[in-house]
């Protein structure tokens, strides 16, 4: 379980938002939305503990997640607006290195079978800086189809892909949750996982139906 207690953030004089409060539970997936500005990076960066709030609390399974750094890290995959992958590695090497950093153990011929899913086919052993922005994009993405963390925390993951890269994303991001995984995500496009039965939290402003 995933918990936020009253959470306020601040950048410089100017409070981006305060009062913050939800729950998000095992097959719960969290459409954050609101206007550029509103604060939902920070929001995002809060919940991973890359932020400190100025007031309130993010809990991991009842407790604080300044106090269980670690364990909470091993249960979190966050992916940001910034790719977070090394311009001079190949996509298998830098898919290689991040499954490292977090102990997963992946050979080289299941890098290669899982950026050719990601849609990388013919471009795996090239170096990222020759990549397209949606192919490094997809690069980043392809942490998704190896992760055993129980929290994704993406903040607009849609950016910069063709649809058929979408559809295959809502794909994942699908069976994650129906096996029981949570999603925070930011999105400004229409896409299917930010309508029906969802949760969803608006900064900057609250309609009925909100969180």
Same mark, same amino acid.
């Given at each position: 379980?995933?918990?936020?207690?009253?959470?306020q953030c601040t950048r410089?004089?100017?409070?981006?938002?305060?009062?913050?409060?939800?729950?998000?539970?095992?097959?719960?997936?969290?459409?954050?939305?609101?206007?550029?500005?509103?604060?939902?990076?920070?929001?995002?960066?809060?919940?991973?503990?890359?932020?400190?709030?100025?007031?309130?609390?993010?809990?991991?399974?009842?407790?604080?997640?300044r106090g269980q750094r670690?364990?909470?890290?091993?249960?979190? +995959?966050? *992916?940001?607006?910034?790719?977070?992958?090394?311009? /001079? =590695?190949?996509? #298998? &090497?830098? @898919?290689?290195?991040?499954? !490292?950093?977090?102990?997963?153990?992946?050979?080289e011929a299941r890098a290669?079978?899982?950026?050719?899913?990601?849609?990388?086919?013919?471009?795996?052993?090239?170096?990222?800086?020759?990549?397209?922005?949606?192919?490094?994009?997809?690069?980043?993405?392809?942490?998704?189809?190896?992760?055993?963390?129980? +929290?994704? *925390?993406?903040?607009?993951?849609?950016?910069?892909? /063709? =649809?058929?890269? #979408? &559809?295959? @994303?809502?794909?994942?991001? !699908?069976?994650?949750?129906?096996?029981?995984?949570?999603?925070?995500?930011?999105?400004?496009?229409?896409?299917?996982?930010?309508?029906?039965?969802?949760?969803?939290?608006?900064?900057?402003?609250?309609?009925?139906?909100?969180?």
């Amino acid at each position: 379980m995933l918990e936020v207690v009253n959470l306020q953030c601040t950048r410089g004089d100017r409070r981006l938002f305060s009062g913050i409060a939800f729950e998000l539970g095992p097959g719960e997936l969290l459409h954050l939305h609101g206007h550029n500005g509103s604060g939902k990076t920070t929001l995002m960066r809060a919940l991973c503990g890359l932020v400190t709030p100025t007031e309130g609390e993010v809990r991991w399974q009842g407790e604080p997640i300044r106090g269980q750094r670690d364990e909470f890290n091993a249960q979190l +995959l966050y *992916l940001g607006h910034k790719n977070g992958i090394k311009d /001079d =590695l190949t996509g #298998v &090497e830098n @898919l290689l290195v991040a499954c !490292r950093l977090v102990g997963l153990k992946v050979s080289e011929a299941r890098a290669w079978e899982v950026l050719e899913r990601i849609g990388l086919r013919g471009h795996e052993d090239l170096p990222a800086r020759v990549l397209s922005q949606g192919q490094q994009k997809r690069v980043a993405l392809s942490r998704l189809l190896l992760s055993r963390a129980k +929290l994704w *925390l993406l903040d607009e993951p849609f950016v910069g892909l /063709d =649809l058929a890269a #979408v &559809e295959l @994303l809502q794909s994942v991001i !699908r069976d994650h949750v129906a096996k029981e995984g949570m999603v925070v995500l930011t999105t400004h496009q229409e896409v299917a996982l930010t309508s029906g039965k969802v949760k969803k939290l608006r900064l900057g402003w609250k309609a009925d139906g909100d969180v």
